[in-house]
């Protein structure tokens, strides 16, 4: 099919790539809501400053492709930008094709974890255990020169920024669960809580069995994102049938839930994969429907507030606020958990810079955006903050301990868990 998807679906229906990237007027109303822009103030850093340059390279009118490689590569595809425009113009779609016709060959590094996700699970978790295991011994630290020195300082990064090394994975202990014969929720674990926070995939569980009952583990694999992003649509469509099948197998009658706000997302959009496939398109159409983000659960979920929290702060995770519009019902969950604890974060929704793999590809950027916004924290006298993305996990932790080391993060289910179950401890009825 190709590495390009040639059509998008947008909020005017379904569009030609070239039509989406035209739809953007240049009125400007985005630039101010564009992270990458507000730290840079370059136009080409701008969503409208990208969207010209994705319409000149379809129409081939850039002498130099290339030149554009810088504007498309700073996107954090957060979709702020879509959210402040008027005509809800796709930017990091357009963005995303723009990128998928300048690379010929996937990011060979993404290609090789894209494989042993898809392909080769059992090894690859064998490697990262090892991988831990070594990190727990500290050699992993000594590798950062090493991996500095042959061209992958990305590596070197990421090896730094990941803090957490479990030796035993979120799938291996949801395995042994019993079986339920009548289950309400599926749960779907993403690759960052399965791989680096397994108590944050624990806590979720530990949600749903409280607030709905009893419910199955999906048993999946990877939900595509990464190769969608960085790889190739024809592993990220595989990727994305394995997911459905397992879901229409599962036999859940209630929602799927997933606690990774990127990954809940990207399995909201897998209608776009299957443009070209009419019978795969209605499949994935009634897997999105069923799909739900941790926010979305506890929105209106009978939530005690959480005795003895400190000062307490939500940061918007931008697929959850921006890609699925999920910032009030986020904000009105974390307020219910932290009742007189709660404090209002000043633009908690601009992005942190996580984003993925975009603070090991783009460090200088990645590093203003956490310094930006481990400001706004400390103004707000937080000493914890919540958020639902792994990204924002990783990014929160390691830009607090450099800027703002009095506070610390936790994912939006933690804090859940441990109230629901604090109030069941306590005779507290829920949402007392």
Not at 36 to 64: C, F, H, K, M, P
Not at 160 to 170: I, Q
Not at 290 to 307: S, Y
Not at 353 to 377: C, E, W
Request: hydrophobic share 40%.
């Amino acid at each position: 099919m190709g590495n390009l998807l040639h059509r998008l679906i947008t909020d005017l229906g379904e569009r030609s790539d070239y039509d989406a990237a035209s739809q953007c007027c240049r009125c400007g109303y985005c630039e101010q809501a564009c992270p990458t822009y507000v730290v840079t103030g370059d136009e080409t850093r701008s969503a409208r400053g990208r969207n010209q340059l994705v319409r000149l390279l379809i129409e081939g009118r850039l002498s130099d492709p290339a030149s554009a490689e810088d504007a498309l590569h700073t996107c954090l595809l957060c979709g702020a930008c879509t959210a402040a425009c008027y005509a809800r113009v796709a930017t990091a779609d357009i963005v995303l094709e723009g990128r998928r016709k300048l690379t010929e060959t996937p990011h060979r590094l993404a290609r090789l974890l894209t494989r042993l996700l898809a392909e080769h699970r059992g090894l690859l978790m064998l490697l990262l255990k090892a991988a831990n295991l070594a990190k727990r011994l500290g050699l992993t630290a000594l590798a950062r020169p090493a991996l500095r020195l042959i061209g992958l300082p990305g590596l070197a990064l990421a090896e730094e920024h990941v803090r957490e090394a479990p030796l035993v994975f979120l799938e291996e202990v949801l395995r042994r669960r019993p079986a339920v014969k009548d289950p309400r929720w599926s749960y779907f674990a993403p690759c960052g809580p399965n791989f680096l926070y397994p108590r944050v995939g624990l806590a979720t569980v530990a949600v749903l069995e409280s607030l709905r009952g009893p419910g199955v583990f999906m048993d999946n694999g990877c939900c595509g994102l990464l190769a969608y992003n960085y790889g190739e649509l024809d592993d990220a469509r595989a990727m994305a049938r394995r997911v459905i099948e397992r879901f229409e197998a599962s036999g859940s009658r209630g929602p799927v839930v997933g606690d990774c706000s990127s990954c809940t997302a990207f399995l909201k959009s897998y209608p776009q994969l299957f443009l070209s496939e009419p019978d795969w398109k209605v499949r994935a159409e009634r897997f999105a429907a069923a799909v739900r983000d941790v926010p979305e659960v506890l929105a209106d979920a009978p939530l005690p507030e959480l005795a003895g929290l400190p000062a307490f702060t939500y940061h918007d995770s931008c697929r959850a606020c921006h890609g699925q519009g999920l910032q009030t019902a986020a904000h009105a969950a974390a307020r219910r958990l932290a009742g007189s604890a709660y404090r209002e974060l000043p633009e908690s929704d601009m992005c942190c810079g996580g984003a993925g793999a975009y603070a090991f590809r783009n460090p200088a950027l990645s590093d203003d955006l956490i310094q930006r916004k481990a400001g706004r924290i400390a103004a707000s006298g937080a000493r914890l903050v919540a958020a639902s993305g792994t990204s924002c996990l990783i990014q929160l932790a390691q830009g607090l301990k450099k800027y703002y080391p009095e506070c610390e993060v936790v994912h939006l289910s933690e804090l859940a868990a441990r109230a629901l179950a604090q109030g069941a401890k306590d005779g507290t009825p829920a949402g007392a």
